[in-house]
């Protein structure tokens, strides 16, 4: 069951049941387009979501250029770097229709980072 006052069209696992009924019926996401952060629609409650991102080399970079917030001590994303493993995962989940909640998981400006490698200490992050 969803908290209180949170649209339970936003529950993952509903997104997730949506995604494989249509890829059992052969409806696969449109390819992604260029990124564009303005598709994705403000919301009025807070929302969290996970947002998996596999680093394959220490060298690889997560592209996700961030501030803490004195007023609230919390992580918000200031942008995201073309080409590297965020800008990858918001094109991966670009493929689906704008409508879709998948869809409106891309890590954008504003964003707060809750949990980043099992640590939510800014300082840590």
């Given at each position: 069951p969803n908290p209180p006052g949170v649209d339970?069209?936003?529950d993952l696992r509903v997104a997730m049941?949506?995604?494989q009924a249509h890829l059992q019926k052969g409806i696969l996401p449109a390819d992604a387009?260029?990124?564009d952060a303005s598709l994705v629609k403000p919301v009025s409650t807070a929302l969290e979501f996970p947002v998996v991102i596999h680093r394959i080399s220490p060298e690889?970079?997560?592209g996700i250029r961030y501030?803490?917030?004195?007023?609230t001590n919390v992580p918000v994303v200031l942008g995201i770097a073309a080409d590297k493993l965020c800008d990858a995962y918001n094109?991966?989940?670009q493929r689906f229709p704008v409508d879709s909640d998948l869809f409106q998981q891309q890590?954008?400006?504003?964003d707060?980072?809750?949990?980043?490698?099992?640590?939510?200490?800014?300082?840590?992050?």
């Open positions: 339970p069209s936003l049941q949506t995604l387009g260029p990124t690889g970079l997560f501030k803490v917030d004195p007023a094109r991966e989940v890590v954008v400006p504003g707060e980072l809750a949990v980043v490698n099992g640590e939510s200490e800014p300082a840590k992050i």
